[in-house]
């Protein structure tokens, strides 16, 4: 829905 | 080779119930200090993260790194053929097909075997850092789960603003608005509905009641329930479990409009 954030944005891929 | 051996399988039982909603296929990581999960939903707006530590088993072996992918349908089908009391035992070999649940019972001569096939499971690891939260919020595990459930049927969304000594959480829907505040409660006599709240400067930020409804299948692993929060970062929802084991869920927040 809109304005929901995915966790990509906080925690990097490792 | 991996063999664990859990006292009661109910842990296990709840642990794959509490997180079946949220994500399929995942793997169960198992090194010589535990067993660990991390697991991203299907639109990444939520992530799973178990540590069941070795001291949780007893006993617990596991020589060597060893990845269990693992179906959670498939997994809920066979732990649900445990009866809770029972001793649970896990076992796969060094590079497993199948991983074994034996289940037995302490009082029955009774022992059940089952084996549940493995998937090769390719998946994305996150690094969390280390955090320190400005809220921390800690209460019982089923008032988190009401005041959820009791918002979702007003809005898809919930604020959660804590400010000193109170927390409160407030929804605006379309039939109506809903606000519920706690305050700092502690009682000797009923330490199980003790709320405590860690302030280090207020925080407000917006989540979708969706996934924490889904969170809140965990209630039955822990009486009480810890909430993380900081502006701008993902909340955390811990359940904390015995021998420093937790279950954890993150989940994003949304932007206001």
């Known amino acids: ?14 | 080779m991996l063999e664990a051996r859990l006292e009661q399988a109910s842990i296990l039982k709840k642990v794959v119930d509490a997180i079946k909603d949220l994500v399929q296929d995942c793997n169960f990581d198992c090194n010589d200090s535990g067993i660990a999960l991390q697991a991203m939903d299907n639109s990444h707006v939520a992530l799973v993260s178990m540590m069941l530590k070795s001291d949780t088993f007893s006993p617990f072996r596991c020589d060597r790194n060893i990845a269990l992918g693992i179906n959670l349908n498939s997994f809920q089908k066979v732990l649900r053929c445990a009866q809770n009391e029972d001793i649970l035992t896990l076992k796969a070999d060094d590079s497993p097909d199948v991983v074994s649940l034996v289940f037995e019972s302490s009082e029955q001569d009774r022992i059940s075997e089952y084996d549940i096939k493995l998937m090769d499971i390719d998946q994305e690891h996150l690094g969390i850092p280390d955090t320190e939260y400005a809220a921390t919020i800690t209460m019982p595990s089923g008032e988190f789960q009401r005041i959820c459930r009791d918002l979702s049927a007003l809005s898809e969304s919930v604020a959660i603003e804590a400010e000193k000594n109170a927390v409160k959480f407030v929804c605006n829907g379309d039939i109506g608005n809903g606000a519920i505040s706690l305050r700092n409660h502690s009682s000797v006599e009923k330490p199980e509905q003790n709320v405590n709240i860690e302030l280090s400067e207020p925080v407000a930020l917006t989540f979708s009641l969706k996934y924490l409804v889904n969170f809140c299948k965990a209630s039955g692993l822990s009486g009480s329930v810890k909430l993380c929060l900081s502006n701008e970062v993902p909340l955390l929802v811990e359940y904390e479990l015995a021998s420093n084991s937790y279950l954890r869920f993150y989940l994003a927040p949304k932007i206001g409009d």
């Open chain 1, 1 to 14: 829905s809109s304005g929901q954030r995915t966790l990509g944005l906080f925690f990097k891929k490792i």
